[in-house]
């Protein structure tokens, strides 16, 4: 296994919206060092971890865990966060938009990476039905700067 520094070695920083990930690329390490026992599994996952959050790892429904997996569960029941229905919020989608905006869209790529992320994000709040197209369609020009905007309007109106 890596030291906890090494730059191969998983990191936690207690975003529960990357715990599930986290826990993958542990595994993966675990798989790879052939380690199956739960002690010396919990042991590494917490050693890869933020302190304080590692520390709030050992409760009761944590601690009566048999298995890795009930004991992922009890982990991942910490953080609502972690659940899949709370991936994104309008909040993502406005600091998104904010970003841009503010760092401005100079080439093709930015506004590709910029429309892949905002489609990620908008595609996810329309599935689980939290905003509606209008809204979508009403976000996706904000997060152009001023200048960038008006040239697009006026080559609409052409």
């Known amino acids: 296994m890596p030291a906890r520094t090494h730059p191969s070695a998983p990191r936690f920083n207690g975003d529960g919206r990357q715990l599930k990930r986290y826990f993958k690329d542990v595994e993966e390490l675990l798989r790879g060092a052939q380690i199956f026992d739960l002690p010396t599994r919990v042991y590494h996952a917490k050693r890869y971890a933020d302190p304080l959050d590692a520390e709030s790892w050992i409760g009761a429904n944590i601690a009566a865990a048999t298995t890795w997996d009930q004991w992922k569960e009890a982990v991942i029941a910490l953080y609502p966060e972690a659940s899949e229905d709370w991936k994104y919020s309008y909040g993502n989608l406005d600091r998104l938009t904010q970003e841009f905006r503010k760092k401005g869209i100079f080439a093709k790529t930015e506004l590709g990476n910029y429309h892949r992320r ?41």
């Open 118 to 158: 905002f489609k990620a994000i908008s595609d996810f709040l329309l599935g689980k039905g939290r905003v509606s197209q209008t809204q979508i369609n009403l976000e996706f020009p904000k997060g152009f700067h001023d200048s960038l905007r008006t040239e697009v309007e006026a080559r609409l109106k052409q």
